[in-house]
């Protein structure tokens, strides 16, 4: 099929052409970097030493000629990167490039998000990274209609024209047949008529056009051509969103020579250090790279099962009665998402209710919400559940059985290696970086272990407190403060930063799973259960569990207030204090 050419198929199955004018739109290089392969000439060897050339091929899921300019900055940054030949080759769609893929003739991969998922599951490749924009590395289906149409829902679009983008689309089409199997159609019955694009800019022409009545698009294209002053975006108005999907991922075969896969991986991650790299990135709208974990993608992984038939869903699946699920913000909310997505995703599976994963700013703001009934349900470190405790009622029922089993864990406190620092009484006159002040691991057990050796807020020469614990180690690493305090398992994960551990507390015990009061004891009881029965013999949860929160993997324990007792003694010992307001205002 040319690039002109849209495939039209009506209710009946009948087939059809509907050719128009050669379309080209300037600078829409945000989808097509999506859309970008790099193809080794041969077998990857020690390329570098064979003269083989990357070859980087464009699917023609978005085709503005005057965008050319862009892949030949790519082509010359991703060769002084990497020190290989490249050159650029041009396929048509999604399944022509997954093909390469999978014979091995493609090593290297820009790919949609779902094609991803499927080629994960037949075949070796491997996340390299994902763009982030506007600093997250997601991205939405939206489905649009004229603004001038009288449809304001998707139901509204029952017997009327659609536009899907390609057979393989993540946003412009699995979405919208998930939307459909779980109302109980099929596209072909609820659609009057169905047309393929094959390139998400042409479906939001032809609707602001009205040869289409709506369309499911890419939100990263759509925003780009809305920043640009598109007249076809004034045209459209935007009927629903999706929930946030994982940004379509940088992919490289399993079996590509391990220094190309490091360099190009090195490449991607830090093309937002370099004047040029920047420079690249601002033409597309991207932030930056950024490394992306496979459970990022369970969401598209669920929609796949249900649109195949794998998964029972009807139109009473909607009706479920969806749980609220938070936790405390220990990392930025990418990383949670993360770490909690596939313990939800395993949740829905287990009970007969939906979750939603409720992420706030920071522990004050995850213990008010709470209290407003804005979390059903919660993972909470041990200072924030006696305070929701005291405050409002909750209650803990079990806590995560943690690396060791036991479930305890260890706050540490941290230097940058190589620095002097030797113990903590070396760090009197010293900076420190604590983690949120109602943070037991980053905040009250770092000042006990400091007050003990005499070194009080007044002895420190400085010190802040920040929300995401990840934040305190770079703030180490990059020498803004001497030394900080942490969780054990957030100094293991970062330590190839270059960092070293001072000092080591004792056990501690783990952050409950804490209910909020009122909710009915039947979903608490079932909840419960499944947690409990979580990485056991008779639970097919072993890929869920590869996934989870360091802190999760070895599945739940039993809970009760007393466990916390140490921890209640210790910040109503603190009340007060030094008066500079470190610690909760509060006893327990």
Known sequence: MSKSQFVEKDSKGSGGSFVKKKYSYAKISLLLLFSILLIPSHQAGSAQEKGEVLTIGIASMVTPVDTVKYYQEIVRYMKGQIGIPVKIIHRNTYAEMDRLLE?????????CSAPYVKNRERFNIELLAAPSVNGKPVYHSYI??????????FMDLKGKSFAFVDQRSNTGRLYPVYLLKKMGFKPEKFFGRIIYSYS??????????????????????YDYMAKSGSLYISQIKIVKRSPPFAAPPVVVRGELEGKIKEKLRDAFLNMHRSEKGREILKSMMIDRFVEISDSAYNP???MYRIVSGDHDVTKSESEKKTIYFG???????????????????YLSEKTPYRYELVLKKNYEE???AMGRGEMDIAILGPLTYLEVRKKYGAYCILRPRASNGKGTYRSVIIKRKGSPIKTLS??????FSFSDYKSTSGNLIPRYMLAEKGIHLRELKSYKNFDYQESVVKAIVRGEFDAGGVKDSVARKYGRLGIEIVAISGEIPTGPVVVRKGLPEKIVKDIEEALLDLGSENTDSNGIINRLNEELKNGFMKASDNDYEGIRRRINDAHGGCGKGCHPDIRF
């Open 200 to 221: 998400h800019n042409k479906s939001i022409e032809m609707v602001a056009k009205k040869i289409i009545d709506g369309a499911a698009v890419d939100s990263l294209v």
């Open 144 to 153: 649009i209609v004229h603004r001038e149409s009288n449809i304001n829902s």
């Open 103 to 111: 014979k091995g003739e493609v090593k290297v991969a820009f790919i």
């Open 327 to 345: 936790a405390i913000p220990r990392d930025n909310p990418r990383i949670m998402y993360e770490g909690y997505q596939p313990l939800l995703d």
């Open 426 to 431: 070396d760090l009197k006159g010293k900076s």
């Open 366 to 368: 995850t213990v008010e």
């Open 300 to 302: 598209i992984r669920r």
